[in-house]
């Protein structure tokens, strides 16, 4: 069975650019997330999706941060404009789950973004 | 609030034993374990709910102490495999609903 797939893979673009990565989620799962990883600040979750419905977005960064989840397929993180200090690596991860987190979360390979 | 890990580091020989421990301030619902190995992403090992159970996965096992807001995971006769950077992720229930926040991470190397 496929995985969770990101695109891309790595991206490195300069300062004020605008960022788009992409995930597509294990079939059958109704739970999306979106985490920000960097030496500093370890594994952070930026938002989750459940049934494409955005549930706790508190770990979004700031406004030049947005997430959508238009489908069951497919989500989107964007960044515009993006800064230095967004340099990380994101990966997305999906789940089945009813009531509570209490269900493994799959990761993809995540994207490596640099931004100049 | 980021549940605490201990030890941030641990570097064992082929075949030792090792503990890394979770503690969270709050009220945890469940914690999971995940291990990540360098440039990967990272993998699920085990969840452990609200009932203060244990879990056993080969000799990777784990327990959760929900009074005490604790787990703690057990790797036995470590093998090379072993070797990466183990997270628990605690789950928390906010006025958003449920979280799952991460632990800063346990790097551990198992040396021949």
């Known amino acids: 069975d496929a995985g969770v797939i990101q695109s891309p893979r790595h991206e490195v673009t300069e300062m004020g650019q605008e960022v788009t990565l992409r995930c597509k989620p294990i079939s059958g799962h109704n739970s999306l997330f979106w985490y920000r990883q960097t030496m500093m600040r370890g594994l952070e979750l930026l938002i989750y999706f459940n049934n494409n419905v955005p549930i706790d977005d508190s770990g979004m960064p700031e406004d030049r941060f947005s997430a959508k989840m238009p489908n069951a397929s497919f989500s989107t993180l964007k960044i515009q404009p993006s800064e230095p200090r967004d340099s990380a690596v994101y990966f997305c991860a999906s789940s089945f789950i009813g009531a509570g987190l209490n269900q493994p979360q799959h990761f993809g390979d995540g994207t490596r973004l640099s931004i100049l | 609030q980021q549940p605490v890990q201990s030890p941030q580091a641990v570097i064992l020989r082929e075949g030792e034993d090792a503990v890394i421990n979770c503690s969270s301030s709050?009220?945890?619902?469940?914690v999971h374990w995940y291990r990540q190995k360098h440039g990967e992403a990272p993998v699920f090992l085990m969840i452990l709910l609200k009932g203060g159970e244990q879990k056993g996965h080969e000799k990777i096992s784990a327990s959760f102490n929900e009074k005490k807001q604790q787990s703690s995971l057990y790797l036995t006769a470590s093998q090379l495999s072993y070797s990466g950077t183990y997270f628990c992720g605690t789950e928390t229930r906010e006025t958003s609903g449920s979280r799952l926040t991460f632990g800063e991470g346990t790097q551990l190397t198992v040396n021949p």
């Open positions: 709050k009220a945890l619902y469940s």
